[in-house]
């Protein structure tokens, strides 16, 4: 039998993000600069060679694959490889199959996603107000990704938005937000911003909101309980005791999940990192395409997550970014 990937923490990896592309439709102000420079194609792993990649780690013991960007929806074809997915899922190898988009790409996809056996996705949604959205994301339009919220949830798909926290621009749709989510039957996490990659002359101290002052605002509203249910990362859960509606926090500047961290991330081109906040990754590529057999793919990923670190090195304290990661969110994968 094969055996499972315990890392040295005796952590047991089950989840496995992959960026299928570095581009996107948008240009977030916290996530990319105006001119991003992208990866040259021949870079990126073939929609075949994602679909060994992702199966020889369902192989070794992944049950939960969430596909990422850059945009996942605009890399060409990439409903074929969702599609190469639903295998694993009918063969129950693996548990859930599930996307991080951006929404934009919604309105085409969402039946496809959900007959390839897609049933939860999260959307990133910062603000309802459209001059905003158009100043967050820079290219993006809200009208649009409405309409790709609604084709998911008609489709069947369960949602869950994702907002970046940004001091001096969401603030002050807190509530806007959580009651539009609770009126939709939505779920809704509030994530940290991350010092993520230069994008340009964002200034990013200045746009951190602290998930305690958040989670205090939403206090005075009604009193919360918190969820002891964890998903191996970074993510912490309240409900709203006024209404039901249960809400997350994604701080991933705390410490407070690296021992239970279940994950590891490949990018676009094939590099495993095991830690979203260390430098420290491996190549699969080579690998991957040095024989047609997965053993040395295999053997390169046991190796690469017997090297996974305890825990990241972010910190915002005394106003300096401490522990700033080069790479791009959308390098990764968020
Ligand atoms: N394009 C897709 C999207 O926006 O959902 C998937 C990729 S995006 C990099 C994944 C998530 O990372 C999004 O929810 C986005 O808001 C978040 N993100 C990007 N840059 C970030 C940063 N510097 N700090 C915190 N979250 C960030
Ligand atoms: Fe694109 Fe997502 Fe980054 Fe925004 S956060 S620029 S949508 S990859």
């Not at 948008?26 to 792993?45: A, D, G, H, T, W």
């Not at 409903?79 to 129950?92: P, Q």
């Not at 209404?243 to 926090?249: A, H, V």
């Not at 590891?264 to 699969?284: A, K, N, P």
Request: net charge neutral; aromatic share 8%.
């Amino acid at each position: 039998m094969t055996q499972a990937l315990i890392d040295p923490f005796a952590r047991a990896i089950e989840y496995l993000r992959v960026s299928v592309t570095d581009r996107c439709d948008f240009r977030c102000v916290y996530c990319m600069s105006e001119n991003m420079q992208f990866l040259p194609k021949k870079e990126l792993l073939t929609l075949e060679e994602l679909d060994r990649m992702c199966s020889a780690f369902i192989r070794l013991g992944v049950r939960k694959l969430r596909i990422t960007g850059g945009e996942p929806l605009v890399r060409r074809d990439i409903m074929t490889f969702f599609r190469a997915m639903t295998r694993h899922l009918d063969s129950g190898a693996l548990r859930e199959l599930t996307l991080t988009t951006n929404g934009s790409q919604l309105e085409k996809y969402a039946d496809d996603l959900y007959a390839a056996g897609v049933r939860r996705i999260n959307i990133s949604l910062d603000t309802l107000d459209e001059e905003k959205f158009a100043r967050i994301t820079r290219w993006g339009r809200l009208p649009q990704v409405m309409r790709g919220i609604d084709a998911a949830q008609k489709a069947g798909l369960r949602v869950k938005i994702n907002t970046v926290a940004l001091q001096g621009f969401n603030e002050d749709e807190l509530f806007t937000l959580t009651d539009w989510c609770a009126s939709r039957d939505i779920d809704i996490t509030f994530i940290e911003v991350m010092p993520m990659g230069d994008i340009g002359n964002e200034d990013r101290i200045g746009q951190y909101w602290s998930l305690k002052d958040l989670r205090a605002r939403l206090a005075e509203r009604s009193a919360l309980t918190d969820l002891p249910e964890s998903t191996g990362g970074p993510a912490r859960y309240v409900r709203v005791e006024n209404t039901g509606q249960k809400i997350g926090f994604i701080t991933p500047l705390s410490h407070n999940f690296c021992e239970s961290c279940n994950r590891v991330r490949i990018t676009c081109t094939g590099e495993i990192y095991t830690c979203l906040g260390q430098e420290g990754h491996s190549d699969l590529r080579a690998p991957l395409r040095a024989s047609e057999a997965d053993a040395d793919l295999e053997a390169a990923i046991r190796a690469a997550i017997a090297l996974k670190p305890k825990g990241h090195d972010f910190d915002y304290s005394r106003q300096k970014v401490d522990g700033q990661v080069s790479r791009h969110m959308s390098h990764t994968g968020g």
